[in-house]
């Protein structure tokens, strides 16, 4: 799966999106923002895994994104795909970066995202 970096690095070319840190006690999280409206179309964090259900001790980078078909995303997809993280279920869906989600799939993800956030 791609990282923080890669993605950051594919919003800057595909939308010209410089992510925003709005977060003090949170640093390193990073929301994508539509440069005209605002709105946000994706947020990656810093997560502990015990906070998303997951098995093992530590943090693991994540990205929720805006989806219209996220219950086929948690059924059909690969491991990564979690129910959102602080977001409405229904719409968004956190993935895991290092999850072995396909990197296809988060960059279409990605494009869905922010063509339903505008």
Do not use: C
């Not at 006690?25 to 964090?45: D, Q, T």
């Not at 929720?64 to 086929?72: E, I, P, Q, R, T």
């Amino acid at each position: 799966m791609a990282t923080r970096a890669e993605i950051l690095a594919y919003v800057k070319n595909a939308f010209q999106t410089e992510p925003d840190y709005p977060w003090r006690r949170f640093p390193e999280y990073a929301v994508l923002r539509h440069a005209g409206s605002g709105k946000w179309y994706g947020v990656i964090m810093n997560l502990p895994k015990a906070r998303l259900g997951l098995e093992g001790a530590g943090n693991i980078d994540v990205i929720n994104l805006k989806s219209g078909h996220v219950l086929d995303i948690l059924v059909n997809s690969a491991s990564g795909a979690l129910p959102a993280y602080h977001m409405n279920r229904k719409h968004w869906i956190t993935l895991v970066l290092d999850g072995g989600f396909p990197d296809d799939e988060l960059y279409d993800l990605i494009h869905e995202s922010h063509g339903l956030t505008q």
